[in-house]
Structure formats: C-alpha cells, structure tokens
C-alpha cells in the first residue's frame, strides 16, 4: 500500500448522533478528499458499533479509502475493517499484529514522546500519531506537543507521522511544514457548515502520492 498521507478523519458520535448522518457527513468528506477514516464510538452498543463499522467500512471501499477502527481489535476483526488505531491503554501493537495479521493498518498514539513511537515501530506499527498539538475539544486536557516533535519523527522514524489536536484549516500548515505526513480532524472537520468543502480546504495542505 501507498504511504498514508493526507486528511484523517474521525467520526464522532456527538456530531454523527444517526446512521444516516454519520454515512452522510462521512461521504461528504471522502467527496472532498479525506485519505483514512477512523470510526470512534465508546459506547457499549456492541450491536450498533458493529452495524456502523460495516457500513462506513462499504462507504470507503467505494472511495479507496481504509477505514481504522479506535481501540478495539476485535471490533476491527468482526467487521473486516483495515485496521486499528491504538492508545496507549489500549493493549500492544504486536498483539493487535498477532490477531489482525500481516495486511492490517494499525497506528498508535504517542503523545509527546518519541520513545513511545519507536517502541510503537518494533513493535509493528505502520504509522504513528502525536498530538495534541494545539488546544483540543475534544480532549481539552491533552499534553501539548512541541512541532519540532514532527520534524525528528520525519528524522527518525520510516513510517508515516499523523499529527493531532485542536488542527484546522487556520493552523494546519505548521503541522505539515513541521513533517505531519496526514492530519487527524474531528470537530474542524465534521462540526463545518459544508463538510465536502471543508475536506478540500484541508486536502489541499496536503502532500499526496
């Protein structure tokens, strides 16, 4: 598979509270050029988080898009998703590798350390998150990460680099100058008037192969 890059969506329950709207936001991004999709939901509706997994995984396939599941490999598993992203309480990267095989996606946060995303490496990971980088909604209380953060993860690591945490259209460059290979976007993506258009506003900050 191609290096990742570009938008990094991920869904948010609060802004997608229906199927259909989670669908519909969700292919208003991927028309304006949204790259990977995470679907992030932490109810305990096993039986919706199923349904939408399978249904946004469907909507992707339509636009070449892999779909990453937040924290749960089984989730990943039951619903043929491409992979999982993973926190640091969320189990290792080798056991996901392990359970989902060879061909998964699977990413992990690291916040502001990059020990975290070398050990995240030999451990299998394909690509890295660190974050937040700006002041974030949707988790206000996360340490803030410096830029040059980026710069020696692009230095050092041979995966690629997500950047996360309070980004925008307004502050996106400097995550992307700074080395970011994709940005992830919740709120300034999925909170927007016009979400297709907003997709494109990001995608065209963004490096493609």
């Known amino acids: ?49 199923l349904r939408q997994a399978r249904a946004l995984l469907e909507l992707c396939r339509q636009y070449d898009c892999p779909l990453l599941i937040n924290d749960d490999v089984e989730l990943a598993r039951a619903s043929s998703a491409d992979g999982v992203h ?25 916040h502001d350390r990059i020990e975290l995303a070398h050990k995240a490496v030999r451990e299998g990971a394909d690509h890295v998150a660190f974050g937040a980088f700006f002041p974030s909604r ?21 995966v690629p680099v997500v950047a996360i945490g309070g980004i925008s259209v307004d502050n996106a460059h400097q995550v992307v100058a700074a080395g970011a290979d994709l940005i992830a976007v919740v709120h300034a993506l999925f909170a927007a008037e016009d979400i297709q258009q907003q997709a494109n506003r990001f995608a065209r900050l963004l490096p493609t192969s």
């Open 138 to 158: 949707t988790k206000p209380g996360a340490q803030q990460a410096p830029l040059q953060l980026l710069q020696t993860a692009r230095a050092q690591l041979d």
């Open 1 to 49: 598979m191609n290096r990742l890059q570009g938008l990094y969506g991920l869904t948010d329950a609060q802004l997608m509270p229906t199927d259909s709207a989670m669908l519909e936001q969700v292919e208003a991004a991927l028309r304006g050029g949204m790259r990977l999709l995470q679907y992030r939901d932490k109810s305990t509706d096993a039986a919706r988080r």
């Open 86 to 110: 993973l926190g640091q309480q969320d189990g290792s990267v080798a056991a996901a590798r392990d359970h989902l095989g060879s061909h998964a996606l699977i990413g992990q946060t690291c």
